[in-house]
Antibody, heavy 124, light 110 residues
């Protein structure tokens, strides 16, 4: 079955860096776009970034542009999120989620399935 | 302040029908599909409705979605205690060039 497993979360100081990983299994990762969505403690969902199935296009929410980089290694069945210059407001559970449409070239709010999430805490 | 507007809370008694609204604009709901997610405390969200009104396999037909103009709604009929959860709407927004979510609605089954 399709499974997404995030890792790499932890506690980091403001201004620090962290790299999240999302290991995919049960499907051919190279055929699907992938998202990162985050949820601050006690708050709602916020879309963070998307990478096209072939890695040719990447999209980010304004608050992370220039600080976060989404990437993928289809040979390792893994999607990454490199996070730099971290701020307190980046504290959240970060979920990776699959776009269920094969080789799609557009973005929608369609996420299925989601991983279990990894917690990132930015604090001194 | 979320781009899509949902009521923060909703409630109903077992067996009742409850609706949750999601209001947007021409740059999101008015032009693109709406998606709905269900989230229980401490767990990842789960897809409930896709493309405005389609149910994934395994989602009970008690859940239904609709869209009209720049607003969308999620209806839950025959309310059950296990429906108590947070519900979120989502859509692409071409003014922001990003996916936008509603702030979420906490559903309580009385």
């Amino acid at each position: 079955q399709v499974q997404l497993v995030e890792s790499g979360g932890g506690v980091v100081q403001p201004g620090g860096s962290l790299r999240l990983s999302c290991a995919a299994s049960g499907f051919t990762l190279s055929n699907y776009g992938m998202h990162w969505v985050r949820q601050a403690p006690g708050k709602g969902l916020e879309w963070v970034a998307f990478i096209r199935y072939d890695g040719s296009n990447k999209y980010y929410t304004d608050s992370v542009k220039g600080r976060f980089t989404i990437s993928r290694d289809n040979s390792k069945n893994t999607v990454y999120m490199e996070m730099n210059s971290l701020r307190g407001e980046d504290t959240a559970v970060y979920y990776c989620a699959k776009d269920p449409r094969i080789t799609s070239t557009t973005i929608t709010g369609w996420f299925d399935p989601w991983g279990q999430g990894t917690l990132v805490t930015v604090s001194s | 302040q979320s781009v899509l507007t949902q009521p923060p809370s909703a409630s109903g008694t077992p067996g009742q029908r409850v609706t949750i609204s999601c209001s947007g604009s021409s740059s999101n709901i008015g032009s693109y599909y709406v998606y709905w997610y269900q989230q229980f405390p401490g767990t990842a969200p789960k897809l409930l409705i896709y493309r405005n009104n389609q149910r994934p396999s395994g989602v009970p037909d008690r859940f239904s979605g609709s869209k009209s103009g720049t607003s969308a709604s999620l209806a839950i009929s025959g309310l059950r205690s296990e429906d108590e959860a947070d519900y979120y709407c989502a859509a692409w927004d071409d003014s922001l060039s990003g996916v936008v979510f509603g702030g979420g609605t906490k559903l309580t089954v009385l």
